[in-house]
């Protein structure tokens, strides 16, 4: 993927390497639309947190970036990035060839978070 391709997805060429590291094979990317912060919420709790960047608002955290390891099994993490001026985020679901199918099966369980938007 080339640096251009590279922020046109948004996702940081560090979070593509962090994967290589710990599963040595170079990721396949999936970006879903956007998604309410209900989601958010829903895969933060479930799973590990593996990196983030919040911001404090004088009230609360909100998450800005983050790096959710959703399922070591089967090689699967996901990147989640704020639409500024918006509650809502994009998803970068990260994993292997060989677990598509698991891929699929997250983003269709995702469905009801996800807005009108059209990528």
């Known amino acids: 993927m080339t640096s ?3 922020k ?5 060429e560090h979070i593509i390497d962090f994967f290589i590291k710990k599963y040595d094979t170079y990721p396949c ?3 879903t639309r956007n998604v309410t912060s209900s989601a ?3 895969l933060t709790k479930k ?11 004088g009230e609360q955290t909100i998450l800005k970036d983050g ?3 959703y399922s070591a099994t089967y090689k699967i993490m996901i990147y989640v990035s704020m639409v500024e001026n918006e509650k809502v985020y ?3 679901v990260i994993s292997t060839i060989e677990n598509q199918i698991n891929v699929d099966l997250l983003l ?6 996800y807005t009108i938007d059209f990528l």
Request: proline share 3%; hydrophobic share 45%.
């Open 108 to 113: 269709k369980g995702l469905n009801k978070f």
């Open 4 to 6: 251009t391709e590279n």
């Open 90 to 92: 994009k998803l970068f």
């Open 29 to 31: 990317i999936t970006q």
């Open 40 to 42: 958010i919420d829903l």
């Open 8 to 12: 046109k997805l948004l996702l940081p």
């Open 67 to 69: 790096l959710i390891d």
């Open 47 to 57: 799973n590990k947190l593996l990196w983030f960047y919040n911001n404090f608002n």
